[in-house]
């Protein structure tokens, strides 16, 4: 008995971001290499659509570059066509457009980063969080992400925690309110393995992360976020929210002024023994 086929509600793909131009010529390059294959097979787009269990409609959207094809899509593609593996090897050029395009400049950063030093004024860095937290933390915003929209965000996040797992090592300086610690953000389950994973990371020797006491009120960061990443070239870029209308800079003077500010809160937070005994504590209450 042959498979129904999936309409596009039950398996959408990804939208492609219209702003995101290289993103989208990868995309429309798969796609049309999945038509010609599909025209050199002798399969109209319905035929396909029923030998891969997908909608006629996906089909049509895939190949024209407007929907970026899910992995299994692929790996179907590559069956029915007989491809010995030439489509499947596509998942690599749409893997990382899948993700929205600021979180891959953003990653692209990170990946070359060897030291980076961030403050959070009301969320946990994105590097810190586990799955669930980010998914439900994400799931706050309004107007609400789309489930596929979600998906990406989380996706995205969790892959940029492979800067964890790089050698060299990078060096990471965290300083965290202490109200993101208690905020049971996602429910009571969720916060405890969030605070579990705090003290996992926290035990890396690469990495330190620090707690401003919710009671340190007179301190620079009540403006909001502040992130400075520096590179091996002796370059860097930073942002802060309050400043430079919340877009990275690059400028020495600007940046001396990001990092005296991060220093000093650096200075006022709980030391890093100190803060992974507050998230013990806190752990152990929660």
Known sequence: MSEEPKNEADEPGWEVDPDDESGAAVVATVGRQLRLRREAAGLRAAEFAQAIGYGEDLVYKVEAGNRIPRPEYLDKADKVLRAEGMIAAMKQDVGEVRYPKKIRDLARLEARAVELLSYGSHA????LQTE????????????TYFADELDRMVDGRMARQSIFGRLPA????????????????GGT????????????????????????PTNAWEHPGTGGRIQVLKFGDGSAVGRTDDEYGGRPVSDPRRLRILELRYGIIRAGALTPGESMALIERVLGET
Do not use: D, Y
């Open 124 to 127: 946990l860095h994105g590097l």
């Open 132 to 143: 669930a937290h980010a998914r439900a933390l994400l799931g706050t915003r309004r107007p």
């Open 170 to 185: 990078p060096e990471l300086s965290f300083v965290l309110e202490e109200v993101t610690l208690r905020r049971p953000t």
């Open 189 to 212: 389950l969720v916060q405890r393995q969030q605070l579990e994973r705090l003290l996992e990371v926290g035990e890396m020797r690469n990495v330190e992360i620090q707690v401003m």
